[in-house]
């Protein structure tokens, strides 16, 4: 768009690494995990401090999580994960055919 409009942080789809945790605040400001539940305001609206989340592990309880695999426990919630040969499609793991990205295949 002319006037930007369509370069809104609602509009373009913002994204951090798997070594950083998204602020929840307007700027989607990305931080290192090690800076979450550490008592220090590092998002602006201090997302990054959430007292009924941090040190609470979700992994340990069934009921709190969805993986259909591997849970891994993070400092604010947690991160599913597959075992190789599998892949992940939502919160359930899929396993991929090998045959059609490797050669040779088994």
Known sequence: CNDNSDESLQTCAHTCSDDE??????????IPWNKT????KDCDDFSDEPADLCGKNECMDAD????SQVCEDLHIGY?????KGFRM??????DVDECTTEFPCS
């Open 21 to 30: 945790f998204m602020c929840k605040s307007e700027d989607r400001k990305c």
């Open 79 to 83: 991160r599913c994960v597959c075992h």
């Open 37 to 40: 539940c550490d008592t220090n």
């Open 89 to 94: 499609n939502g919160s359930v793991c899929e």
């Open 64 to 67: 709190l999580n969805n993986c």
